[in-house]
């Protein structure tokens, strides 16, 4: 009896499945131009990451700019925009920085 009524589920589990699939949204090819648009539960304070003070301007701010250097997961400093860098004192450090970079409106970096 119990055999019969998981071959029966299952039978039907396969059938809606079948019917669905048709509905199953495709996955599109990424274009170039059109809108991004993001939402947040609040809205930043400011863009600038020197004034803005909150997790949701970070959390946008972060989408939008790439630092010279950043944190990995291992806590070691990884180069972004700078391919190095050296310290020369207790005040100063010099960068390298990476090559082929452009901003947004295609002024080199």
């Known amino acids: 009896m119990h055999a019969a009524i998981a071959r029966r589920s299952a039978v039907i589990l396969v059938a809606v499945l079948l019917l ?25 304070v400011s863009l600038d990451p020197h004034f803005e003070t ?22 070691k400093i990884k180069p972004v925009l700078a391919s190095s860098y050296r310290v020369l004192d207790a005040t100063r450090i010099r ?15």
């Not at 669905?20 to 930043?44: E, F, H, K, N």
């Not at 960068?95 to 970096?109: A, E, K, M, N, Y």
């Open 54 to 75: 909150t997790a949701p301007g970070a959390w946008v701010y972060q989408m939008i700019l790439e630092p010279l250097i950043t944190l990995g997961p291992d806590m």
């Open 95 to 109: 960068f390298t920085l990476r090559r082929g970079v452009r901003f947004h409106d295609g002024t080199p970096f």
């Open 20 to 44: 669905a699939w048709p509905a199953v949204p495709r996955v599109q090819a990424q274009r170039s131009g059109g809108t991004l648009t993001i939402a947040r539960p609040v809205d930043a």
